[in-house]
């Protein structure tokens, strides 16, 4: 069995997902926009050019206002938020962690029931839940709170709770962070080996262009569509952060592994296991915490 998470992580996954693609998407455009304004402008001598050259400019222009007064980025940022939220408090409520261990709460179904369901209110009023509402898939908001896994899943015994744990959430996660770690590596590696080569080839032509190897008149002789593109690459690099990505996330499964390892020992007092799921998740927050951070600006 796999936990079933509530309808309100789904529906943040989904539009932080939906709002991410769109944020890249109108980058690409932009610097493709870019791109084809440099070849466009060279050929001032063609009238058509021109008008072609002030078509992309002004889509250009269009892409950037857009952006800035959607800010869809801040969407994201919110909704992953929101969404990593949302799997922290549903693993401490399945778990029998804080804040749901209380005697009060912990013996009475119905009133730790009813602390789940005033947290997720507090989450969704917290990261403005209300803002993203809107563009929110309508099945997915509707899904349930309490799904029947995480009933189920509460019913486990101390071993059960602790093999599930370990599996689903520790093990879980440390190999999507290996996984992303080892994926921003060779991207990031990818992406250097060809602003290098672009930077060489520039160079190349520009040094055959001053020994009159390549004439002026030469139709391949502009070279600025390659500086254009060198620094829009660079700026894409730039923007998807592989490089600290890779060495964040690297550092995040070996910190991980320890959680694995401090598990193995725990021994059959309950209190100590919901002790550990509770030092366990506040690890897990931190990057949740680093999207609150991010919407924020």
Known sequence: MKLDFPGLYKCASDVS????????????????????????????????????TFVLVCALLFSQLYRHFIKPEQTWYRARALAESVKTITWR??????PFNDKSIKNDEKISTQEFLNRLEEIK??????????????????????????????????????????????????????????????????WMVTIVVLIVLYLISMILIASKHILSTDWYSNVEPI???????????????????????????????????????????PDEFERFVDSAEQAFSREHTQWVARKKF
Do not use: C
Request: hydrophobic letters at 45%; zero cysteines.
């Open 17 to 52: 997902q939906k709002a991410q693609d769109k944020y890249l998407n109108l980058i690409r455009v932009e610097y493709f926009f870019l791109f084809i304004t440099a070849i466009t402008a060279l050929m001032k001598f063609e009238v058509i050019y021109f008008i072609w």
């Open 93 to 98: 409520y399945v778990m029998g962690s804080s």
């Open 125 to 190: 009023e917290v990261n403005d839940f209300a803002s993203i509402a809107p563009i929110a898939e309508t099945d997915l908001v509707h899904n349930s709170a309490i799904t029947d896994s995480m009933k189920e899943i509460r019913l486990y015994s101390l071993e059960e709770k602790k093999e599930f744990y370990l599996k689903h959430r520790i093990q879980d996660q440390k190999l999507w962070y290996a996984k992303k770690a080892s994926f921003n590596k060779k991207a990031n590696r990818n």
């Open 227 to 269: 500086l254009v593109l060198i620094t829009a690459l660079i700026g894409w690099v730039q923007i998807k952060k592989h490089g600290e990505l890779a060495s964040s996330y690297i550092l995040t499964a070996h910190e991980i592994q320890k959680l694995a390892e401090e598990l193995s020992l725990l021994g059959d007092d």
